[in-house]
């Protein structure tokens, strides 16, 4: 679970929930169906306009998986678990593979292949084709909600724009000039909440993801194509130590030393 994720969303909806409790509470007053109608109607028309329905489909369930949750292993931790498994299989051969517990479900997947007997170009093609799309599928769900969030403010003028025209048209009728005005206002609000309180923070957030995983995904598959080539687990460690930053390098030299 990515406590960050959680942790923010509650606490904008919390700061939100605090400042009408100290305005009266009267949360009746900050509904509105028309704005509603408004920002979720025209935001999602909008977004759909923009994308295939088939990344839509992909891209709006991705995105709150990937958001609230994290990568279990850092690079780092996978590192000492490649190396690990590398020394395994340089004494003991490619069919002790078969009695590891292997915790990342991707290297799992190339030990397996190693220990079925696939060529190098197989493993490495496979892996790779799996890397990117599962990398393409993120990046189409950090799309999705990026447009989400452009569209609801925008949609959020629009429903301020109607809002105005139906005051306007109706001042001679103050009856009329309230809710007309709550429409206008409350479009505005909504469609700023959605925008920077949900949808943009998650397609940051679901960048941040696919970058980690890009490097994840690589390290492995350059971690899996050493082993098949019967490489030492020294040579391999000291080859994806390449992946992280130079402080973490430092640590691992000190900690080897």
């Known amino acids: 679970m990515d406590i960050a994720t959680g942790a923010g969303l509650v606490g904008g909806i919390a700061v939100v929930f605090t400042l009408i409790m100290i305005d009266g509470g009267n949360f009746a007053a900050y509904f509105d169906k028309h704005a509603v109608i408004v920002i ?16 839509i489909v992909h891209g709006v369930p991705m995105g709150l998986r990937y958001a609230f949750n994290m990568r279990a292993i850092r690079p780092r931790e996978l590192i000492d678990e490649i190396t ?47 890397r990117d799309n599962f990398l393409m599928h993120l990046d189409e769900g950090s799309k999705v909600y990026r447009a989400f969030g452009d569209c609801a403010p925008a949609w959020g003028m629009i429903g301020t724009i109607l809002g105005m025209v139906t005051m306007f048209a109706n001042m001679s009728d103050p009856s009329k000039l309230g809710p007309a005005m709550a429409t206008a206002l409350l479009a505005t609000l909504y469609g700023a909440l959605i925008a920077n309180m949900v949808a943009l923070p998650i397609a940051d957030k679901l960048h941040v993801k696919l970058e980690e995983e890009d490097v994840s995904r690589s390290l492995i598959i350059d971690g899996v194509l050493l082993i098949r080539d019967s ?3 020294s040579l391999v460690r000291e080859m994806l130590v390449a992946y992280l930053p130079h402080n973490h390098r430092d640590e691992m030299a000190a900690e080897a030393a």
């Open 231 to 233: 490489k030492s687990a």
């Open 84 to 130: 690990k498994v590398a020394d395994v299989v340089k004494r003991q051969g490619p069919m002790a593979i078969e009695n590891l517990e292997i915790s990342d479900p991707f290297l799992a997947q190339g030990m397996r292949y190693i220990a079925d007997g696939y060529d190098r170009e197989f493993i490495r093609d496979t892996m790779e084709r799996d």
């Open 40 to 55: 979720f109607g025209g935001a999602t028309a909008a977004t759909m306009l923009r994308f295939p329905f088939s990344v």
